[in-house]
């Protein structure tokens, strides 16, 4: 069973940074896209950044220049590098990942479905 996990949240005073790990787990052979997204309270749910299997990324205005991401496809994981952080990037982050394929007993199987992490808190005060 394909599961995403993310680590890495906290609290930290503004300017200060964190960093973020989201690791993929279940079988998986291949994976496409990868991204984070972030939902602050009383506000939808917004990408902050996205990275293709062979290293494009993109980012939201908001975040350009502080933020980074990586990813290491040896081990199926997606990064955020958070620097310069806000308050107003208070939040709670999710990963996200498009899972082309997954191994089977005897063989492989195509998912092409997109996996949502459970969500890591960051909190920045001022």
Known sequence: ????????GGSVQAGGSLRLSCAASGSILSINDMGWYR?????QRELVAGITSVGYTNYVDFVKGRFTI???????????????LKP???????CNA?????????????????YWGQGTQVTVSS
């Open 98 to 114: 498009e899972i082309i394929s997954v191994e089977t007993g005897s063989g492989y199987r195509k998912l092409r479905r997109w």
């Open 88 to 94: 107003e990037d208070t939040a709670v982050y999710y």
């Open 1 to 8: 069973q394909v599961q995403l996990v993310e680590s890495g």
């Open 70 to 84: 990586s990813r290491d496809n040896a081990k199926n994981t997606v990064y955020l590098e958070m620097n310069s």
């Open 39 to 43: 939902q602050a309270p009383g506000k």
